[in-house]
């Protein structure tokens, strides 16, 4: 008997315990805060002799020099040769409809753009790719192909001449998968090293790896606190959070189809978070049953079960509108409308990472390779940022050049603010460019 | 005599010279750490009541109930239909040019957009505005109504339904500039407390002041550290450093402009920094004897002294080529190409907030009403980050409608590539969706 809860938006007790259901910490432990400090600071001052001894630490990997490590073009390129037919060829595919994505989503934000006022003054933006990046890649367990693919794609297609990717080889133990996903993505430079010490490394410089402008992954908690702390000194992409899917179902999508979907987010660890969210309670009751049916023949059945009776729930809500509501409050990092008539509730949804579409829009499918990215905001986070894109390694430049014209209209309104402001050289510099 | 060094990148000891410049250091205070945790969970746990007592502390400013300290939109347009016909009319003017210019930028880059791939596949993004966006004004020396402008507008552009402005005002001084900056920019509702307390309030939300999605704007130490601090609970925007201008020249603009341009950049505070890259000797000395002629007339000129001797710089460059390579390793915030042919020299440079070409295009220009935001990225991080945009406002969600067809095409990809993550639930939710 699985103890999953059940919700119904009609019950007087609903908000606190829809409350409970959503709690999630993101509090940082401060032990670990400190360690990390300490780490930070170390690699900024020993640099490679540093990150060679974390590396020996913790991830039981002995080596003579930052050299040892760096996988080489040849290395990446014999672990894709050395797969399997059907992954090297999902391989591809899925980069292949990756980038196509991204190209598009380039064309669509990513380009330079200018105009002429009224005066001649040429006002507008210039759009370049960042000169290096990191790619964070996580070893061991999560060791996610998928991921490299999704980091490395955007960055390429934003053109980033550089892109370096770190990945942990706990006891020296490569995953060829993510060393082929390397290769295919275009990655030019590989270090297995991770851990704060790898942050530290692509965020400060050594004398073997080099210094990037924007650090973006996931990782476990070291990781995630050494790239809030070096925030700023380069850039980083969102601290990611457990993974989170709801479903809103009409009931029209098959029950054993939306089970398998709450799986599948259930299945990455327990702290990840199913919802379901369906206005009928026949509906509600056939997905339970599909669940409790398909539960035992997961292999990964303990994480799912972990995962649905600590953090899962289904909702009873009054209305499709209800819970499009209530899908808003949540902002979900992955949002499945599992419905016969999707359009007509896309439109009511304001927050979510990415929004699957139709009962076969699985988010699977998604997550590999349908094209757009899967990396995406998470605990709610969607509320104020965006799915990982071209436009995270790329930059804008204001661009402005007044005319003659130009600089007598501006000139009085720029100097009258100036000296409201106190700023009297502001005011003298655009009152130079006066006629007199 | 001003003690304004000159470097010349000829000499020998050119990279240490210009390391100790561009050195800045953006470590925070660990007491300054402490203290803003203490207020942020005090304001988490206490509400209105914490902010009002920090008010009281902080800014001398006692007041029974939070709702006392929420400026009214009549008492912002009070503050607008009080000003000289001058300013009221330079501020229209500058709101209006910035609308503009943002109202081009979302048209460029924050529309929605998405296409079908051959299976009939929608893939795409949808672009929305934030909920409701939190805008901190410094109050005091640096209250700056142009900030307004440059933070509400984009704001508004977006579509943001709620802007929410908290400016401190000591001892309950109101700065009518900026109550009127607020009233044209469109300024939902504002609230007469800083510090952060008011960081605090926005972000958790308190029984008077509204919890918001993100928070942007300037402030002091405390006010950087509690935006550090809260992000990832909000959004936030870059954290400022000092403000800088780069002057690029090849000697063809009065040299008087050139000097009160870097003036300019100096008035703001001993930290800001002004550098001239040059490869003219003679011009570099023309601008050196300007600057002496007209430092001593300057109201601020003790701030631009201390500015200019403590982190400017004269450079002079081999060519006008060295000159842009080296303005690439510094990413200046604020970047004049003073030439009379600035697109020579645009295409080289990569990295800057804001480029202004030609000799009519000073700074302050830029700064008041040119259009482009002001509020750009500093210490170098203009290397990975951009201006404050109408992006910085809107938010992202992938869009993914997979037709049956569609599904067919990827589903044994994502199911390879899931089985050889190890996570079967992910493939068998694409298997399902394929036709049996």
Same mark, same amino acid.
């Given at each position: 008997m699985l103890n999953l809860r059940t919700l119904r938006? !009609?019950? !007087? #007790?609903f908000e606190a315990e829809f409350k409970r259901v959503l709690h999630w910490s993101a509090e940082t432990d401060a032990a670990i805060e400190t360690r990390v400090a300490e780490i930070l600071a170390d690699v900024r001052q020993r640099g490679d002799a540093a990150v060679l001894a974390y590396t020996a630490r913790f991830d039981g990997l002995q080596a003579g020099s930052m050299a040892e490590l760096e996988l080489t073009r040849e290395e990446l390129k014999a672990a894709f040769d050395g797969l399997p037919e059907a992954q090297s060829h999902a391989l591809t595919q899925a980069a292949e409809r990756v980038r196509r994505y991204h190209e598009r989503q380039k064309k669509a934000c990513g380009e330079s753009w200018s105009y002429h006022d009224e005066d001649g003054t040429l006002l507008g933006q210039k759009v370049t790719p960042l000169d290096r990046v990191g790619i964070y890649v996580p070893g061991g &367990? =999560?060791?996610?192909?998928s991921s490299v693919l999704m980091n490395a794609i955007p960055a390429q297609v934003a053109g980033v001449p550089e892109i370096v990717m770190v990945v942990p080889t706990p006891? %020296? +133990? &490569?995953n060829p998968l993510v060393l082929a996903a390397a290769y295919v993505a275009g990655v030019h430079r590989a270090f297995t090293v991770g851990g704060a010490q790898a942050v530290a490394a692509l965020a400060y410089g050594t004398a073997t790896v080099p210094r990037v402008d924007k650090i973006t992954g996931p990782g476990n908690a070291y990781v995630a606190s050494a790239k809030k702390h070096v925030f700023g000194q380069v850039g980083i992409d969102m601290i990611a959070g457990p993974s989170e899917i709801l479903v809103l179902a #009409?009931?029209?999508? $098959?029950p054993d189809w939306v089970a398998m979907d709450l799986f599948s987010q259930a299945e990455? #660890? +327990? /702290?990840a978070q199913s919802i379901l969210l369906c206005p009928d309670a026949d509906y509600i009751a056939q997905v339970r049953s599909s669940i409790e049916r398909l539960l035992? #023949?997961? $292999?990964r059945r303990d994480v799912i079960r972990a995962s649905l009776e600590g953090r899962g729930a289904l909702i009873h809500t009054r209305s499709m509108d209800e819970a499009c509501e209530i899908s808003n409050r949540i902002a979900p990092e992955h949002l499945e409308v599992?419905?016969? +008539? $999707?359009h007509r509730w896309e439109p009511l /949804?304001?927050? =979510? %990472?990415a929004i699957f579409l139709g009962a076969?829009?699985?988010e699977s499918l998604g997550d590999y390779? =349908?094209? $757009?990215?899967?990396?995406l905001p998470t605990s709610g986070t969607a509320r104020f940022s965006s799915p990982l894109g071209v436009y995270d390694f790329q930059k804008r430049s204001s661009l402005i050049e007044v005319s003659e014209a130009g600089a007598q209209v501006l000139g009085p309104i720029a100097a009258t603010l100036a000296y409201g402001e106190g700023l009297q050289a502001h005011a003298q510099a655009a009152e130079f460019r006066l006629k007199r």
């Amino acid at each position: 008997m699985l103890n999953l809860r059940t919700l119904r938006t !009609a019950d !007087a #007790d609903f908000e606190a315990e829809f409350k409970r259901v959503l709690h999630w910490s993101a509090e940082t432990d401060a032990a670990i805060e400190t360690r990390v400090a300490e780490i930070l600071a170390d690699v900024r001052q020993r640099g490679d002799a540093a990150v060679l001894a974390y590396t020996a630490r913790f991830d039981g990997l002995q080596a003579g020099s930052m050299a040892e490590l760096e996988l080489t073009r040849e290395e990446l390129k014999a672990a894709f040769d050395g797969l399997p037919e059907a992954q090297s060829h999902a391989l591809t595919q899925a980069a292949e409809r990756v980038r196509r994505y991204h190209e598009r989503q380039k064309k669509a934000c990513g380009e330079s753009w200018s105009y002429h006022d009224e005066d001649g003054t040429l006002l507008g933006q210039k759009v370049t790719p960042l000169d290096r990046v990191g790619i964070y890649v996580p070893g061991g &367990k =999560a060791a996610y192909p998928s991921s490299v693919l999704m980091n490395a794609i955007p960055a390429q297609v934003a053109g980033v001449p550089e892109i370096v990717m770190v990945v942990p080889t706990p006891r %020296g +133990e &490569k995953n060829p998968l993510v060393l082929a996903a390397a290769y295919v993505a275009g990655v030019h430079r590989a270090f297995t090293v991770g851990g704060a010490q790898a942050v530290a490394a692509l965020a400060y410089g050594t004398a073997t790896v080099p210094r990037v402008d924007k650090i973006t992954g996931p990782g476990n908690a070291y990781v995630a606190s050494a790239k809030k702390h070096v925030f700023g000194q380069v850039g980083i992409d969102m601290i990611a959070g457990p993974s989170e899917i709801l479903v809103l179902a #009409d009931g029209t999508t $098959p029950p054993d189809w939306v089970a398998m979907d709450l799986f599948s987010q259930a299945e990455h #660890d +327990e /702290l990840a978070q199913s919802i379901l969210l369906c206005p009928d309670a026949d509906y509600i009751a056939q997905v339970r049953s599909s669940i409790e049916r398909l539960l035992p #023949d997961m $292999p990964r059945r303990d994480v799912i079960r972990a995962s649905l009776e600590g953090r899962g729930a289904l909702i009873h809500t009054r209305s499709m509108d209800e819970a499009c509501e209530i899908s808003n409050r949540i902002a979900p990092e992955h949002l499945e409308v599992s419905s016969n +008539e $999707p359009h007509r509730w896309e439109p009511l /949804l304001r927050h =979510a %990472g990415a929004i699957f579409l139709g009962a076969f829009t699985s988010e699977s499918l998604g997550d590999y390779c =349908a094209g $757009p990215n899967h990396v995406l905001p998470t605990s709610g986070t969607a509320r104020f940022s965006s799915p990982l894109g071209v436009y995270d390694f790329q930059k804008r430049s204001s661009l402005i050049e007044v005319s003659e014209a130009g600089a007598q209209v501006l000139g009085p309104i720029a100097a009258t603010l100036a000296y409201g402001e106190g700023l009297q050289a502001h005011a003298q510099a655009a009152e130079f460019r006066l006629k007199r």
